[in-house]
């Protein structure tokens, strides 16, 4: 996969929609929706880095998919084990396990939206 599949992919798991991060990263709707919908359109390199920081992940997994995790990498171990055992399982399972964290969030967001409303 490439990077605008990857963008789709993240986008749809943060449950953000465009104009929201157009608004998180100042990158107008119109330029992301290219790089979302028109074939071999990838921004510049500090428009990727805007768009990663925005999303709270790498360039490079934007690009690639894949997260590289070097030896002095900030990530916590448990982060670490837990993307190699998810890597691991076979589609299915993966996507269960997502389905599961997708949830999660949902169900953190409604608490939240209620809390707030009180």
């Known amino acids: 996969m490439g990077f605008k599949e990857n963008l789709k992919l993240e986008l749809a ?48 997994y934007l690009v690639t998919g894949e997260e590289s995790y070097p030896d002095n990498s900030s990530t916590k171990p448990e982060i670490r084990g837990l993307i190699k055992d998810l890597k691991q399982l076979n ?18 967001k409604q608490k939240g939206n209620q809390e707030s409303s009180e």
């Open 13 to 60: 798991y943060q449950d953000l929609m465009i104009k929201e991060l157009a608004s998180l990263t100042g990158i107008s709707r119109h330029t992301l929706d290219n790089y979302l919908n028109l074939r071999e359109r990838i921004p510049t390199a500090d428009v990727a880095v805007k768009i990663a920081k925005a999303l709270g992940v790498s360039v490079e």
């Open 91 to 108: 589609k299915e399972d993966r996507e269960i396990i997502i389905a599961i964290i997708q949830l999660y969030k949902t169900r953190q």
